[in-house]
């Protein structure tokens, strides 16, 4: 299994471009989850989704949209990028969205981004 | 608010030496705590969860709930212990979300 993966690992956009970071996973896992992490702070939660066709916000949602027309991918879209989101994004799955012993998050290798 | 604490950017030790890695929690209810670890060019890894009450690489972490904190400790540091290393918190009644701290940075030092 390759896991969780991430597409690009680097990325240096313009203000006011758009993107797409991609995640993919091949374990099957209903949950995945989108964080960033910014200097001195810890994962802040952006968007997740607790299985295909079922979205929601997380704590910092403002400027990203995602989708999740499939149970392995879960791409987040920057729509009109601003320096404030230069960060490092995470990509996170597991296999149960429930508190419990599945309860484990398995995370992507993150995508670097610059904003300028 | 739900909030994790981890008041250490830095923990430098050197090989041999006890580790405790502190972690403070603000929440009210019944929350899971866990370690997630960040060795140097890996990704980032659970280390272990407070409900297994396991010993992972030596290293142990118990729940207080009266002083609402998670230490991680370990009593003889080992070189390859150096790693970027979070603490995280689960809230009840929720879907599989995590609030993290800020991490600490461990450096063991031969």
């Known amino acids: 299994n390759a896991g969780v993966t991430q597409t690009p690992k680097f990325q240096v956009l313009k203000t006011g471009q758009s993107m797409t970071l991609q995640c993919a996973q091949d374990?099957?896992?209903?949950?995945m989850s989108w964080y960033r992490q910014d200097p001195g702070m810890g994962l802040r939660l952006i968007h997740y989704s607790v299985g295909a066709g079922i979205t929601d916000q997380g704590e910092v949602p403002n400027g990203y949209n995602v989708s999740r027309s499939t149970t392995e991918d879960f791409p987040l879209r920057l729509l009109s990028a601003a320096p404030s989101q230069t960060s490092v994004y995470f990509c996170?799955?597991?296999?149960?969205?429930?508190?419990?012993?599945?309860?484990?998050?398995?995370f992507g290798p993150g995508t670097r981004l610059t904003v300028t | 608010a739900q909030r994790v604490t981890q008041p250490e950017k830095l923990l430098s030790v050197f090989k041999g030496a006890p580790v405790e890695l502190k972690c403070n929690y603000s929440?009210?209810?019944?929350?899971?705590l866990f370690w997630y670890v960040q060795y140097s060019r890996q990704r980032l890894q659970l280390l272990l969860r407070h409900i297994s009450r396991e010993s992972i690489k030596g290293f142990t972490a118990d729940l207080n709930k009266g002083e609402t904190s998670f230490h991680l400790k370990k009593p003889f540091a080992q070189e390859e212990d150096s790693a970027m290393y979070y603490c995280?918190?689960?809230?009840?009644?929720?879907?599989?979300?995590?609030?993290f701290g800020a991490g600490t940075r461990l450096a063991v030092h031969p």
């Open positions: 374990m099957n896992h209903e949950y």
């Open positions: 995280a918190l689960s809230p009840s009644g929720g879907y599989n979300k995590l609030i």
């Open positions: 996170a799955s597991s296999y149960s969205m429930y508190r419990g012993p599945n309860y484990e998050q398995y």
């Open positions: 929440y009210s209810g019944s929350p899971e």
